[in-house]
């Protein structure tokens, strides 16, 4: 019930019990938005709870925007390990009185449509957009499952140019960190941006649930996701 807009320049996200919250997004929901409309990955996270990564501050010049009179919506998925337990996610902000230089958004690079096959040991999938606007990439936030292998962003401008901005070799669904630039790149209106990733769905992985299941988009970490975030600002 905020009576003015903030200005949110560092949160941190707290579960109860880290065993079984597979992950929290937190959303901003308008105040003119329908009642019960879903946030969609697209349009990213206002704050996000992840295995190795659960509070970010923002750098100086930076913060995101909290609409007057919007409300935060919880996304909490989690994994049952056999137990009862509870749970309650607490969520702190830190405002700051002065609008910022830049406001960051969040941008989710998402493939709901990919299928894995069985057995697939390097099974490739991709989500591209092409920017309707210059914009200023400053981090990046990758997200997969225990099938995920590896993961990489790159650009592509308008003259056909590749640029890799991110390049994940191993990737690792227990860390799942945020990967902030340290130079920001900025692109064109017109370029690609584009979040790919490598799946394993063989017996040879160790944390694969069941090599011997087609493997679509799912909640549960025994289901997949293709979901790469981009942080950046518009000049």
């Not at 903030?6 to 937190?26: N, S």
């Not at 049952?80 to 607490?90: L, S």
């Not at 390049?167 to 790149?185: G, K, S």
């Amino acid at each position: 019930k905020l009576d003015e807009d903030k200005w949110v320049v560092g949160y941190e996200i707290q579960p109860t019990d880290k065993a079984v919250v597979h992950h929290v997004l937190v959303f901003v929901v308008n105040p003119t938005a329908k009642a019960g409309a879903e946030p969609d990955d697209r349009d990213g996270f206002f704050a996000a709870y992840v295995p190795g990564n659960n509070c970010q501050t923002l750098p100086d010049g930076f913060a995101k925007k909290l609409p007057k009179g919007s409300k935060l919506k919880f996304q909490i998925h989690y994994t049952p390990n056999g137990k009862a337990t509870a749970d309650q996610v607490r969520l702190g902000l830190t405002f700051t009185p002065t609008p910022p230089k830049h406001e960051l958004r969040v941008y989710g690079l998402v493939n709901y449509t990919f299928r894995i096959p069985p057995g697939a040991a390097d099974h490739a999938e991709k989500a591209v957009i092409k920017l309707p606007h210059d914009a200023v990439v400053t981090g990046f936030l990758p997200h997969l499952h225990l099938r995920g292998k590896s993961c990489r962003y790159e650009a592509t401008t308008a003259s056909g140019k590749t640029v890799p901005l991110l390049d994940i070799p191993r990737y690792d669904f227990n860390w799942q960190l945020r990967y902030q630039l340290a130079e920001p790149v900025r692109l064109a209106k017109g370029s690609s941006l584009g979040f790919f990733a490598v799946f394993d769905n063989s017996e040879a992985n160790p944390a694969n649930p069941d090599p011997k299941k087609t493997v679509r988009w799912g909640q549960q970490s025994t289901d997949e996701m293709h979901l790469g975030y981009v942080e950046y600002y518009i000049p």
